[in-house]
Each structure stands twice: as structure tokens, then as C-alpha cells.
Nanobody, 121 residues
Framework: QVQLVESGGGFVQAGGSLRLSCAAS????????MSWWRQPPGQQRGLVAM???????HYLDSVKGRFTISRDNAKNTVYLQMNSLKPEDTGVYYC???????????????WGRGTQVSVSS
């Protein structure tokens, strides 16, 4: 059984920084895609940043130049460095990993439980 655990959320003033971490544990053969998603209050969850195994990165337009996604393969961990935070960045941030538990297993999506990020103006 694979588990993802996020950490690093909190309360920060506009212009501040936070670093989110998400560590995966369990039976993991290969992680294909790591990503961060955000669910603002009263809105649907949406993709913020994605990092593939190529590696290739994709960012939501509104966070380009401010957020950086990175990974530590040895620790099965993905990070999201968030700088110059704005009130509109407020929301619950979820980690997602598309991974294979064995060489012959199909990739499966796993989600963390989320971590709250609140940015005040």
C-alpha cells in the first residue's frame, strides 16, 4: 500500500514563501509523474505544477516564475517551492503521484490528504 504525506503548509503574508514536501512510502517501483494541485475555497481542484520522469515541467500560468517543482528520487519526495505568494494562492494543496508498484503493474494515481496554505494581504 502506497501512502503520500504532505507537509510544509501554513499561514504567510503576501510576498512570503513556503516550501511544500510530499513523501511517498510503500511498494514503489517507479514514479512516472509527480504533481501538485490546489483547491481554493469553494472551487474545484486544479493543477498547479507537474514534473514528469523525462524530466519535463508544466506550470499553471499564474504561478510561472514564482513556484518551482522539484523531486528527490532517492527519497521518493516531491517539493513545491512557492515564492512571492499572493492571496489568490490560498487553498488546500494536494500532492499526486502516478506510479507503478511493480515492474509489470499499470501506473496508478495516488493522492495525499492535502495541506492548507493561507496567504493574507
Amino acid at each position: 500500500q502506497v501512502q503520500l504525506v504532505e507537509s510544509g503548509g501554513g499561514f504567510v503574508q503576501a510576498g512570503g514563501s513556503l516550501r511544500l514536501s510530499c513523501a511517498a512510502s510503500g511498494d514503489i517501483f517507479s514514479i512516472k509523474v509527480m504533481s501538485w494541485w490546489r483547491q481554493p475555497p469553494g472551487q474545484q481542484r486544479g493543477l498547479v505544477a507537474m514534473l514528469t520522469s523525462d524530466p519535463d515541467t508544466h506550470y499553471l500560468d499564474s504561478v510561472k516564475g514564482r513556484f518551482t517543482i522539484s523531486r528527490d528520487n532517492a527519497k521518493n519526495t516531491v517539493y513545491l517551492q512557492m515564492n512571492s505568494l499572493k492571496p489568490e494562492d490560498t487553498g488546500v494543496y494536494y500532492c499526486n503521484m502516478r506510479l507503478m508498484e511493480g515492474r509489470w503493474n499499470a501506473p496508478v494515481d495516488y493522492w495525499g490528504r492535502g495541506t492548507q496554505v493561507s496567504v493574507s494581504s
